[in-house]
């Protein structure tokens, strides 16, 4: 891929290792709060609801207080487990309190980081909640890499939506053309960023059957990028 002289990544599955450090918070929080339940089961059931929750997220079809709440709400339900609307709203705050804790790292994402900065201006674009989001990068060791950081809560728009990416586009004065970006979401990282003329390599961190992405730069493996770049 020539030209290429900067790189916005997605944060969430494609640097910071969201369900790592998301499994690690729940334990913490469950057992502080005296939650029966067992968290293996409460972990296989929580991921696909929440996978929902925000698809719908992203489609401006739920607000972020109803995806907070519901995606635990909706989870104890389906487990059978009696929590009160309280203990909800408190596990909540507490989730996102607690999440930027545990700072586990994709593999081989800080050996490509390192490598990319001599030669690149880097950026983040990430749908996280700002409150977090910001933690994340700070106590991760991350933010040192990035020029600019674009969060949709800041921004009103969300991935896949063209404003947002052309926001960050224009935030880190960079040219769309010689610009790519690289996230685990095909939806909102590679459609969005093909839908302004953008340069996109899917990491495929959620193992998709490739032939479901037609006609799309594909890596399995982060160190794959430095024969790509």
Excluded at 93 to 114: C, Q, R, W
Excluded at 204 to 209: E, G, R
């Amino acid at each position: 891929m020539k030209n290429i002289n900067n790189i916005f990544w997605d944060l969430d599955h494609t640097l910071w290792d969201f369900d790592r450090n998301s499994d690690l918070t729940f334990l913490k929080i469950l057992n502080e709060n005296n939650i029966k339940v067992d968290i293996s089961l409460f972990l296989k059931v929580y991921h696909p609801i929440n996978r929902k929750y925000w698809d719908l997220y992203r489609l401006n079809k739920v607000s972020k207080a109803h995806l907070r709440f519901y995606r635990l709400s909706d989870t104890f339900k389906e487990l059978c487990v009696e929590v009160s609307d309280n203990q909800v709203n408190k596990l909540s705050i507490d989730y996102i309190n607690h999440l930027s804790d545990f700072n586990y790292l994709i593999p081989n994402a800080l050996t490509i980081l390192e490598k990319f900065n001599l030669n690149y201006n880097m950026h983040i674009i990430t749908n996280g909640f700002k409150e977090v989001q910001n933690k994340k990068l700070e106590k991760s060791g991350l933010l040192k890499y990035f020029k600019t950081i674009t969060i949709s809560e800041n921004v009103g728009f969300k991935k896949p939506s063209k404003e947002i990416f052309l926001h960050a586009i224009t935030k880190a004065d960079a040219v769309i053309e010689n610009s790519v970006m690289i996230g685990d979401n095909f939806n909102a990282d590679i459609i969005g960023a093909k839908s302004i003329g953008m340069k996109a390599i899917f990491y495929n961190f959620h193992k998709i059957k490739e032939q479901q992405l037609d006609k799309v730069l594909i890596i399995n493996n982060l160190l794959e990028l430095k024969d790509i770049l």
